[in-house]
């Protein structure tokens, strides 16, 4: 086979595998339970609102799981999974996660309401729940309301070593991001406008200090970080601070799901490495600056890459069931 030839056969091949991807996507739609669980988005609301005003924790909490779950297998409600004497599960990869467990409390509890309906009972898979919670969870915040799109089913396994490599760090830089957020279908607008994410919720010191104490040798704090701010962050993450101790990720409004975030990196409030790349980079900066100034630009985008994130690797046909328990195999 000539060169062009073989061209031609990869190009066929890649082409019937993309239209084979996309008809597996195309079986996620928004009215999906309408004749099997027609009230399922009530129900997990329901569920969402109450948890949240047990415990704001839930908000951020389940949004980060939600993102998790996604980017290791897929949106499989694989992260849910609790690990057995012969499992490690994904949520106990030792390269942690520091999940909070209000996210999976969410999932468990909406799993529970929604399976008390005798209809429902065993119809409406973990995934799917996960991702109508992370919706509920940002409209609880302030943030935009948005179509869910369902269908997924649970995936089958969940690992700890099928983690790595797959979450991105704080320290990456944009090349690191784009690449990372790429191979999940997701554009670097789309990683700008999910790296929003973190307009709410908590960090662990440990997650930043390097920024703080030891960046380099010359400076030991980060030139890119806002000097008052970093003088802040010394104050709440002293050097032998309590590992379990966690600060504000967005400084300014923590609770609020807001473009806030963006204008934060503009005054050098970007907590880790990987936010305030996204205005120290030339090539993403322009982005930071519209949303900063727009708040509907932002929430558009970040509804569309969010809809997008939900469609990563979902699991239909044998790839995938219906969990009983979402922290258990059936
Ligand atoms: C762009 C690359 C990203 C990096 C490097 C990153 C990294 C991190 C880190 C290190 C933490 C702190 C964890 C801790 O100390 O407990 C965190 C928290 C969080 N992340 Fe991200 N993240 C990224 C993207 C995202 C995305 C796409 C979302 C969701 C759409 C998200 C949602 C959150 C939320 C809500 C929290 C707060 C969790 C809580 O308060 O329990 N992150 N992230
Ligand atoms: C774990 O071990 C038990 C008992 O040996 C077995 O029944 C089960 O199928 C195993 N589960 C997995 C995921 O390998
Ligand atoms: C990692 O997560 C597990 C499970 O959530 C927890 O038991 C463990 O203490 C965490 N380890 C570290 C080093 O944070
Ligand atoms: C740093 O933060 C202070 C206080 O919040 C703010 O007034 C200042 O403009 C910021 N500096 C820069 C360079 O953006």
Redesign the pocket.
């Known amino acids: 086979m000539g060169q062009s030839n073989l061209f031609i056969a990869l190009l066929t091949l890649s082409c019937t595998l993309f239209l084979f991807s996309n008809s597996v996507f195309a079986q996620l739609k928004p009215n999906y339970y309408a004749n099997i669980c027609p009230n399922v988005e009530n129900i997990v609301r329901g569920v969402v609102q109450q948890k949240v005003r047990q415990t704001f924790v839930t908000i951020p909490g389940t949004l980060r799981l939600f993102f998790h779950d996604c980017f290791v297998q897929g949106c499989d409600a694989s992260v849910i999974i609790a690990s057995t004497a012969n499992n490690t599960a994904e ?2 990869n ?1 390269d ?4 909070a467990g209000d996210g999976f409390d969410t999932v468990i509890k909406a799993k529970a309401a929604v399976d008390a309906v005798p209809s429902c009972q065993n119809k409406v898979s973990c995934a799917d729940i996960l991702a109508l919670a992370t919706r509920d969870v940002v409209v609880q915040a302030g943030g935009p309301s948005y179509t869910v799109e369902l269908g997924r089913l649970d995936g089958l396994s969940s690992t700890a070593a099928s983690v790595n490599g797959k979450l991105p760090q704080p320290t990456f830089n944009l090349d690191q991001l784009t690449s990372l957020f790429a191979k999940n279908g997701l554009t670097r607008t789309d990683m700008i406008a999910l790296s929003g994410a973190h307009t709410l919720g908590f960090s662990h010191c440990n997650k930043f200090s390097n920024r703080i104490y030891n960046f380099s040798p010359k400076n030991p704090v980060d030139p890119t970080l806002n000097k008052t701010y970093a003088i802040q962050l010394q104050q709440m993450c002293p050097k032998d601070v309590d590992p379990r101790i966690a600060i504000n990720m967005d400084p300014t409004t923590p609770n609020t799901f807001d473009n806030v975030y963006y204008q934060n990196l503009q005054q050098g409030k970007g907590l880790f490495t990987s936010d305030e790349v996204l205005f120290t980079d030339r090539r993403s900066r322009p982005i930071v600056n519209l949303w900063a100034s727009n708040s509907a630009a932002f929430r558009s985008a970040f509804v569309t890459a969010i809809t997008k994130l939900g469609r990563v690797g979902v699991k239909t046909g044998s790839n995938g069931n219906i969990r009983r328990n979402c922290a258990v195999f059936n």
């Open positions: 949520k106990d030792p942690n996660l520091s999940l």
